[in-house]
Nanobody, 125 residues
Framework: QLQLVESGGGLVQPGGSLRLSCAAS????????IGWFRQVPGKEREGVSC????????NYADSVKGRFTISKDNAKNTVYLQMNSLKPEDTAVYYC??????????????????WGQGTQVTVSS
């Protein structure tokens, strides 16, 4: 069974940091691009970042560029999202999902599959 499991969310003050993890089971990340997405109630799920299967290409939404860093450890079959300088508007449920490449992570998030259950990130003082 193909499965992705997110972890690492929590409550953090503005300006703080969190590192999210996306662990894969049932398939190898060597051949999958992995995207991070977030969603708040009443809004559509939005693409945040994506990393290619090789790890050699990374992509970021304008809203997180310069603050978030995506990386992957193929040996651990895990993708990470390091989030620094967090803002209240980063509050959301964060999900990871896979696809053949990152071309649709902003425009076609629904094309991604094997969605995890999500992890809540709350940025508040």
């Amino acid at each position: 069974q193909l499965q992705l499991v997110e972890s690492g969310g929590g409550l953090v003050q503005p300006g703080g940091s969190l590192r999210l993890s996306c662990a894969a089971s049932g398939f190898t990340l060597d051949y999958s691009a992995i995207g991070w997405f977030r969603q708040v109630p009443g809004k559509e799920r939005e693409g945040v970042s994506c990393i290619s299967s090789s790890g050699g290409s990374t992509n970021y939404a304008d809203s997180v560029k310069g603050r978030f860093t995506i990386s992957k450890d193929n040996a651990k079959n895990t993708v990470y999202l390091q989030m620094n300088s967090l803002k209240p508007e980063d509050t959301a449920v964060y999900y990871c999902a896979g696809d053949r490449d990152c071309s649709g992570y902003i425009t076609r998030p629904w094309a991604f599959g094997s969605w995890g259950q999500g992890t809540q990130v709350t940025v508040s003082s």
